[in-house]
């Protein structure tokens, strides 16, 4: 879940844009990740409870989808299934994601379009599946900063109750 001014969201990028800086981060992890990182190295990159995966950060697109392509192509070659990669390209998505990494919550803040907006990294399910996907499927809820009785700022926001085919979920 992203919040931000909607002047600032109208310059996000999603996961199908370019990244505006060009760059990208690459990960590597799974069964065989020991013998990878022994013969191309990398960095153990940390995230909140987790040791996280190995790669590079901040990567040009172009070495970091070559990289990735020697990666998988070493894992077919000797090992088979045992080595997952990716490429992260550094659009806003990626960008919010990443400012969450070191988070209990995995909440993050960028700049987007010249205004803050605050990243919720809720499970796939919930976003996907839940809120019936993005900005794009018209899920855009308004959100109120209040301040509560202890001069606290509270966020509110209101969704709309889950309904499958015009019919509310739990009661068919």
Do not use: N
């Not at 990182?37 to 901040?58: C, M, N, T």
């Not at 990289?67 to 659009?91: I, N, P, Q, Y």
């Amino acid at each position: 879940m992203v919040i931000g001014d909607a002047a600032g969201l109208d310059a996000w990028t999603g996961m199908d844009d370019e990244p505006a800086d060009g760059l990208a981060d690459v990960f590597y992890w799974g069964r065989c990740e020991e013998e990878a990182y022994a013969r191309f190295g990398g960095e153990r990159i940390a995230q909140y409870g987790v040791d996280g995966p190995h790669g590079w950060l901040d990567v040009p697109v172009a070495e970091a989808t070559a990289r990735a392509a020697e990666l998988s192509a070493w894992r077919d070659r000797h090992h088979g299934k045992g080595l997952m990669v990716s490429v992260d390209e550094h659009t806003d998505v990626h960008r919010f994601q990443r400012a969450g990494w070191h988070h209990p919550l995995r909440v993050g803040a960028i700049e987007v379009g010249g205004c803050q907006a605050l990243g919720i990294e809720w499970d796939q399910g919930d976003h996907a599946i839940r809120h019936h996907g993005e900005r794009t499927a018209g899920q855009i809820y308004p959100v109120t900063l209040e301040a509560d009785e202890a001069g606290e700022t509270v966020m509110r926001w209101s969704i709309p109750p889950y309904a499958v085919d015009g019919q509310d979920a739990c009661h068919g």
